[in-house]
């Protein structure tokens, strides 16, 4: 695990692009910095929106995690497991 601080889920809803000036997505308990992407203005990306865990909907996304690895990885998510 990257040494990173952990973020609840209702810290990250705040990075969705409109309340705070980050724009954050969580994919597979990882949080990356998108604020720097055009494909994510506003926080919006085709139908899906920053601020949460994206995971499952990227099975259906026409590419595959490789998109994240140009983003920094700025937090975890804090989990109870
Ligand atoms: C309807 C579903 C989706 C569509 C049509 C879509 C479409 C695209 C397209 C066309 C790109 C451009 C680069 C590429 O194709 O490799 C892209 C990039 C990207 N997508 Fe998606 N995507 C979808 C869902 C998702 C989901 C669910 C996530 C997050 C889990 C995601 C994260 C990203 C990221 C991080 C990039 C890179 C942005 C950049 O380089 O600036 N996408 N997407």
Redesign the pocket.
Known sequence: MPEVPIYTRSQLALRNGQDKPEIW?C?KGLI?D?S?????KNGK????WAGQD??E??K????S????S??EVVGRMYSTD
């Open positions: 997505v994919y990356y998108v720097e992407s055009r494909l994510w990306h085709y139908e899906h994206l995971t909907e990227l259906d996304a026409p590419h995690a490789s998109v994240f140009k983003f």
